[in-house]
């Protein structure tokens, strides 16, 4: 199972990133995806998740209303479009299955600074 996490950068207070992960080595359709963050000195903590139909999704309350979770299933593919980023968003996110059982991917890092 492969996890290549892309997207993300250096972006101002305000600004947007879309981060995308490409998954292979397993039925992507069928799981419930989720993205993690894990910053510096904290735990990796779940952001965003959406099953496996792409019909529900959930968010951490302090990502709500700025984050949108997505999927392509007929390209294995899961999305995160981050809106009115904040210096606490900064971290290095991860996509996995919901319960994180897979290997972790290298991550892609996010920093929200001016």
């Given at each position: ?14 600004g ?51 984050f ?37 991917g ?9």
């Amino acid at each position: 199972v492969h996890f290549v996490e892309s997207g993300g950068g250096l972006v101002q207070p305000g600004g947007s990133l879309r981060l995308s992960c490409a998954v292979s080595g397993f039925t992507f359709q069928w799981a419930d995806m989720t993205w993690f963050r894990q910053a510096p000195g904290k735990e990796r903590e779940s952001v965003a998740t959406i099953i496996n139909a792409g019909t529900r999704t959930k968010y951490l309350d302090s990502v709500d209303g700025r984050f949108t979770i997505s999927r392509d299933n007929a390209k294995n593919m899961l999305y995160l479009q981050m809106s009115n980023l904040k210096p606490e968003d900064t971290a290095v996110y991860y996509c996995n299955r919901e319960d994180g059982y897979f290997t972790w991917g290298q991550g892609t890092q996010v920093t929200v600074s001016s």
